[in-house]
Structure formats: C-alpha cells, structure tokens
C-alpha cells in the first residue's frame, strides 16, 4: 500500500525514484516479499530506463533471487554481470560490490567475500565522508563484515570491529545500524565478557 499512498514519494514520471525510495525502506526492514511484489509492477511498466536505472532494478532482482527465492548461485551471476557494467565512479558501485561481497559470504566463498570487503573498505575508508550515503554505505559494509567475522568465530576481531563501527556513528552522531551493532555486540560477547556487561549492550539497542 506505502507504493500507492506514501506521502514521501516523489512525484516523477521519468524515473524509478519512487521505486528507490520504497524500495530502501524494505530492504531496511529485509522485507523480501514486498520487495518482490513492488519489483515485478515495476518491471511490468516495461518502460524505457537509462542504463543506471536498469542496472539498479537488475540489482534488486538479485536480492530477491539470493534471499527470497533462494537461487543463490543465479543471484551472484546477475550482480556479478551487473557490477562488469559499472565503473567505481557510479554513484551506486560500491553499494552493488558490498551486496556481492555479502553473496559471497553466505554462499561460503570466504576468499572472494573478503577481497571485496577490503577492496571497498581500503577505497571508501580512503575518502572523506562528505555526506550521509557515503556514512551508510560505510557503516553497512563494516556491519556486514562483522557479522561474517562473528558467524566465523573470529570473536577478537569482530569485537574490534564492531567497537571502531560503532565509534563512527558516535563520531557522526548517525544512529544508522547502531542498535544492531550493539545487538551483535551483546551476541558476539556472549560467553566472552561478564553477563553484566554483555546485557548493557542490549539495554543499550
């Protein structure tokens, strides 16, 4: 109902922007089965897109494949095929490569999800953060990349991690993922630090 009656939407009849914004809001809320239904009235317009529109929409549609119709493999060649089409200096590149990364992860290709993940870290890291997509987009790759570090078992260097991520969003006063770093907080200390301590991190989120 948001697609029809959501007062943030934009109204622009050129472009997917009322798409992208719902769209966001879903994947926020990893609400798969709304996405899927919002995509296919999307693709039934069978409208004439610019490239970058294609592209964002064919991304969408990996997310989809990977995590609502768990075609997994299907899901990393379409992004994997997406992402050969893009430059870095499209404004959406790193946000695709850090969804292909967390493909990776899941499917079980740890090499290749960590060559990405310090790919995007060693050139996002690099940059000033010059507003709140670039802060986001820094923060989702960092958490993502601690929860892969705490399903590894790797519980030092997830604590580390999630400790510097949730200093950046102190830094910048940004609340972004913040209550689920201090959930994987609590969960990765669980059986490592005093119960006390470990369910401040729970007050806390």
């Known amino acids: 109902m948001n697609y029809f009656f959501d007062e943030s939407v934009i109204k622009e009849d050129s472009t997917i922007q009322n798409f992208k914004i719902l769209s966001n809001k879903l994947l926020a809320d990893r609400d798969y089965e709304s996405l899927k239904y919002l995509y296919e009235l999307e693709i039934e317009k069978k409208q004439k897109l610019p490239l970058s529109d294609q592209l964002y929409l064919s991304w969408i549609e990996s997310l989809i494949l990977f995590h609502k119709d768990d075609k997994k493999e299907s899901a990393i060649k379409k992004l994997e095929s997406v992402i050969s089409k893009m430059s870095q200096n499209e404004s959406y590149y790193f946000k695709f490569i850090n969804s292909l990364s967390n493909f990776y992860s899941l499917n079980g290709n740890?090499?290749?999800?960590?060559?990405?993940?310090?790919?995007?870290?060693s050139q996002i890291g690099a940059?000033?953060?010059s507003n709140i997509d670039d802060l986001e987009l820094l923060i989702k790759v960092r958490y993502n990349h601690c929860r892969y570090l705490w399903l590894e078992h790797k519980i030092d260097d997830a604590i580390s991690e999630i400790v510097e991520t949730i200093e950046i969003c102190k830094t910048f006063n940004h609340n972004y993922l913040l209550a689920d770093l201090y959930c994987l907080l609590g969960n990765v200390s669980e059986g490592f630090s005093e119960k006390e301590e470990v369910k401040e991190y729970f007050f806390i989120c």
């Open 127 to 129: 940059t000033p953060i």
């Open 110 to 121: 740890k090499t290749n999800s960590e060559e990405l993940y310090n790919s995007i870290i």
